[in-house]
């Protein structure tokens, strides 16, 4: 709910400022306990992707894309290193593909042994 605020010495002067105490709840809202604010990001958002209620990404202009908990609003990864905002995230089942590595699309493979990694290994499509 809102809740007026003095004004300070650099508001306007025509009336109280108002700020913002917790998103309104929804009638249709689930989680009726457990709103949460994720911070983590040093820019803008500029890409989300949710395709399971277990995580959901979020790249930023910061360079990172970053795993979230919803249900524990806690970041569970981070990855660092992309040379450019990333705006695009697609993610099925394993696979990630981001952009903002320069002129390349990237994929990420998240269903690799450490076995696989030591022999090398290929991207099937």
């Not at 970041?75 to 697609?90: H, I, K, N, Q, Y």
Request: hydrophobic letters at 30%; charged letters at 30%; one cysteine or more.
């Amino acid at each position: 709910m809102p809740r007026k605020i003095p004004p300070g010495p650099d508001d306007d002067k025509n009336g109280p400022s108002i700020k913002l105490e917790h998103w309104p709840r929804l009638t249709t809202q689930r989680m009726q306990r457990r709103a949460h604010l994720f911070r983590g990001h040093s820019g803008p958002i500029t890409a989300l992707v949710c395709n399971d209620p277990s995580k959901f990404l979020s790249a930023g202009a910061d360079g990172t894309v970053r795993i979230w908990s919803p249900s524990k609003g806690i970041e569970m990864f981070r990855m660092d290193g992309f040379s450019d905002s990333c705006r695009s995230l697609c993610l099925d089942h394993d696979l990630l593909v981001t952009d903002g590595m320069e002129e390349y699309v990237c994929v990420h493979d998240f269903d690799v042994t450490d076995a696989e990694i030591e022999e090398g290994y290929k991207l099937e499509w």
